[in-house]
């Protein structure tokens, strides 16, 4: 599918506007304190001219054969361009947790890296996480790694999503 860049597309967001739209594939999850799974997902990036983009992802998880199991995590946020291919991005979780991360992006590359987390009381222990989105041959590829449940930064979710 053709990708056009939208005319009122702020400046600052130039180094990510690769991401703009709906993209869904399959992907993997892993954790030591978790059972291995396979997830489908959605992602969704919107933006209205101003200089950030609107964000909402969704996952399910789905069995050997791709058939959907159970939902799993929502999470919708803001990924606020602050200029020189720099990001702010605020995400909430239906999980119950509210992070702030700071990113760069350059040459199809999105990085990210957790500066707060804040939790509800009953929210599992989550302290920090590391993002890499990635344009690869026209689809979106990313990793993200988790510090929770006592452990250290590792692997955590891996996908691989195509344009819709």
């Not at 594939?25 to 609107?54: C, M, S």
Request: aromatic share 12%; hydrophobic share 40%; net charge negative.
């Amino acid at each position: 599918m053709a990708f056009h860049l939208p005319e009122n597309l702020h400046p600052d967001c130039g180094p990510i506007a690769w991401m703009l739209g709906t993209w869904r594939g399959n992907g993997h999850g892993d954790y030591p304190t978790i059972e291995k799974f396979q997830f489908g997902q959605e992602l969704i990036f919107t933006h209205d001219g101003r200089p950030f983009f609107h964000y909402m992802a969704r996952a399910w998880e789905i069995d050997d054969q791709g058939e959907k199991v159970r939902d799993r995590a929502i999470e919708t946020g803001f990924i606020r361009a602050v200029g020189d291919g720099r990001f702010e991005i605020l995400l909430t979780h239906n999980t119950g947790v509210a992070e702030i991360w700071h990113g760069e992006a350059s040459d199809g590359k999105f990085e990210w890296t957790t500066d707060a987390v804040a939790r509800t009381e009953t929210a599992k222990e989550y302290t920090a996480g590391h993002r890499l989105y990635g344009n690869v041959e026209g689809d979106l590829l990313y990793a993200f790694d988790m510090a929770a449940m006592g452990q250290p930064l590792q692997p955590h979710l891996w996908a691989r999503l195509k344009r819709a």
